[in-house]
């Protein structure tokens, strides 16, 4: 069914979410995961063109990969990461398209309104754009502490 699946990755508490569920997924079919982040800070998206350095962002998103794909390889699941660097959709959808990954499964914020309009654009730009499934996972609501 599934060979290669990437998952994307935001370096942050909602990639629970699609790792709890890919996870199972990739040991039952066998199949190799793609990790995928994608550094949008300015640095990262004028590193090629100003020949930046990594920025300290950059260098702790590689090192959370890296982290990620060892417990996932110590589960006996093949995996891979790629830190890219740009606007998010764009990179995911070419990355896709390269690797001939079979499905993309990314985590979702549940946002409403206005927020889907800022926040959802990344997965509303992939699922429209590409000609694979998308598994989308709504990562659960993290509460704001009181004195915020």
């Known amino acids: 069914m599934y060979k290669k699946i990437l998952v994307t990755l935001e370096n942050s508490r909602t990639d629970a979410a699609i790792l709890e569920h890919i996870k199972p997924l990739a040991q039952l079919l066998k199949c190799e995961l793609l990790l995928v982040h994608v550094a949008d800070g300015w640095a990262a998206r004028h590193q090629e063109e100003l020949d930046l350095s990594e920025s300290q962002e950059m260098k702790?998103?590689?090192?959370y990969l890296g982290a990620v794909r060892a417990v996932l390889e110590e589960a006996g699941i093949a995996t891979q990461t790629l830190l890219l660097c740009g606007e998010p959709a764009d990179e995911i959808?070419?990355?896709a398209r390269?690797?001939?990954v079979?499905?993309?499964a990314?985590?979702?914020?549940?946002h409403r309104f206005l927020s889907d309009m800022i926040y959802g654009t990344t997965v509303d730009k992939v699922r429209h754009e590409v000609e694979i499934p998308v598994l989308l996972l709504k990562a659960p609501r993290i509460e704001r502490p009181d004195h915020l």
């Open 60 to 63: 702790e998103d590689r090192a």
């Open 93 to 95: 959808i070419k990355i």
């Open 98 to 100: 390269a690797e001939a």
């Open 102 to 104: 079979d499905l993309i």
């Open 106 to 110: 990314m985590s979702t914020h549940g």
